[in-house]
């Protein structure tokens, strides 16, 4: 096999962002407040202290709610991709994108939830967006859920945990498919929808202090996410039959951190509980056996209703999406090692790895091993759709921006991924985190960036939102170009 044809020709190369870390126009064309809104950042906060910045309680969204402005709350004005979206595209076109994930806001789209008729400014704009998307020749790649759903729900029905949520985002499902659903072949229905037991607001708007059993509530929400999914999925099936819907976790790649048995089973329930309870229920169709003894031991007990388990059985998802950005540790006596930071949640750090300037390892060869493992697993198509390193990038003198780590740590990803084609995988395409920079998920600030694209903002929402192209803009659109052949360094 040469060099040149490792890589489908039909491979989709592109890049992410997120509607609640990008969009802006907080409280404008009928957008309502959503849980990101609730996101602050604090430059007093250590940036790797992730709890004080998620853990959110009654209090901190009750002070949110009564506070206008949006320089507190960075992901309320993101980066303006609501009015640049045409230059943020055009630039993503001129990398040679394929692909261009992006999410639809639920809160743009039905401010409170619950409305009966849908905002139609909202289904103004992703038409546009679709609109500039389609112009270039790229492909959009649409989350219906990622990190947003409307605060009147989490206020009035405590998320996702009450079931009328499922109906209310199904009805916000069923209008998007309804308005787009012909133009967009590829959906994610839940971003990393594991992140409910790390992240868990964001997820499905579980706040700890509302709830008598918070465990109990986290796994009740993921359930209606899972019924939802099931939903959605059949639905768009009969709107546009050869749309395709995928299923997302956050990939917490896990090693046994010695080989004593104990650690090894470790790794084995941290595998389990964390990644592959959701894609065994969404690609498989059933609850595995494993989690009834994880239930019965943490006092859950998941309340059912007639027609659940055919539900998940029949609509399981197309292809399996993943976001990948470091590996974990697995020991059975985690208090013994050092911890450093990782997407969504702490681990135990590998001594063999490197880290980001936040703490999170990398590790290109979890990746082939990810690939191969996920593969071998469901035998269903993947598709990586977050990959990066988030890092402060300098801007020179001249502007240039010389992200040299950016283009190492995406180059060594993208042959591993190489290596997990040629051991047979199917897998779809491939999207970074992100394609511009945006609003950081985890702790809400702008100079934790992941793009190809500068933006001229800083961590207070101070700057002139210029963009401009760093190094990795020109080192990405040769490997696209080339379709993965050109992988070299500049």
């Not at 945990?161 to 229905?189: E, P």
């Not at 607001?201 to 019924?227: E, P, R």
């Not at 943490?298 to 027609?307: D, F, H, K, L, Q």
């Not at 934790?448 to 760093?470: E, H, P």
Request: net charge negative; charged share 25%; hydrophobic share 35%.
């Amino acid at each position: 096999m040469t060099q040149e044809n490792i890589f489908p020709e039909n491979f989709l190369w592109g890049g992410a962002i997120a509607a609640c870390q990008a969009e802006g126009a907080y409280g404008q064309y009928g957008r309502g407040m959503a849980v990101s809104d609730i996101s602050f950042f604090d430059s007093q906060i250590d940036r790797q202290d992730l709890a004080k910045h998620r853990n959110v309680t009654t209090e901190k969204i009750e002070e949110a709610m009564k506070d206008p402005g949006t320089t507190r709350y960075p992901k309320r004005h993101g980066i303006d991709f609501y009015h640049r979206y045409k230059e943020d595209i055009a630039l993503c076109a001129e990398m040679g994108f394929k692909v261009f994930r992006f999410s639809m806001a639920w809160s743009r789209i039905f401010p409170t939830g619950e409305e009966l008729t849908p905002n139609q400014e909202g289904l103004d704009f992703y038409d546009a967006v679709l609109t500039e998307i389609e112009k270039y020749g790229m492909e959009p790649l649409v989350t219906i859920s990622h990190f947003e759903m409307p605060l009147a729900l989490v206020n009035k029905y405590k998320g996702w945990t009450d079931r009328k949520v499922i109906d209310l985002f199904v009805r916000f499902a069923d209008c998007l498919f309804t308005n787009f659903g012909k133009r967009v072949t590829y959906w994610i229905s839940f971003n990393e929808i594991n992140a409910g037991r790390f992240s868990t607001f964001k997820s499905t708007g579980v706040v700890a202090d509302k709830t008598d059993n918070y465990i109990q509530d986290c796994y009740q929400a993921v359930h209606h996410q899972f019924l939802a999914a099931a939903l959605v999925t059949k639905r768009l099936h009969e709107i546009n039959p050869v749309g395709k819907m995928g299923c997302m976790i956050a990939r917490f790649t896990t090693y046994a951190a010695t080989c004593k048995p104990d650690d090894v089973l470790q790794m084995m329930h941290d595998d389990q509980y964390d990644n592959f309870f959701y894609t065994d229920v969404m690609l498989r169709g059933t609850y595995p056996g494993y989690m009834n003894r994880f239930f019965k031991e943490n006092g859950v007990s998941i309340v059912w209703t007639a027609g659940d388990k055919e539900l998940l059985k029949e609509y399981t998802s197309d292809y399996l999406a993943f976001s990948y950005y470091m590996s974990n540790v697995s020991s059975a006596k985690p208090d013994e090692g050092e911890m450093t930071d990782a997407n969504l949640k702490k681990g135990l750090k590998n001594p063999y790895l490197e880290s980001s300037a936040w703490g999170w390892q990398i590790d290109p060869k979890g990746l082939r091993y990810t690939l191969n493992n996920l593969y071998d697993r469901y035998q269903v198509p993947l598709f990586i759709v977050e990959n990066g390193i988030g890092a402060e990038d300098k801007v020179e003198a001249d502007g240039s921006i010389h992200d040299t780590y950016r283009i190492e740590y995406l180059q060594k990803h993208l042959e591993q991924m190489k290596e997990a084609l040629i051991d047979g995988v199917d897998l779809i395409g491939y999207t970074t985190w992100s394609s511009i920079d945006i609003v950081s998920s985890g702790t809400s600030e702008m100079s934790k960036r992941y793009g190809f694209i500068y933006v001229d903002q800083d961590d207070d929402g101070n700057g002139t939102l210029a963009r401009s192209r760093k190094d990795s803009f020109y080192w990405y659109q040769k490997v696209i170009q080339s379709n993965g052949a050109e992988l070299t360094v500049l």
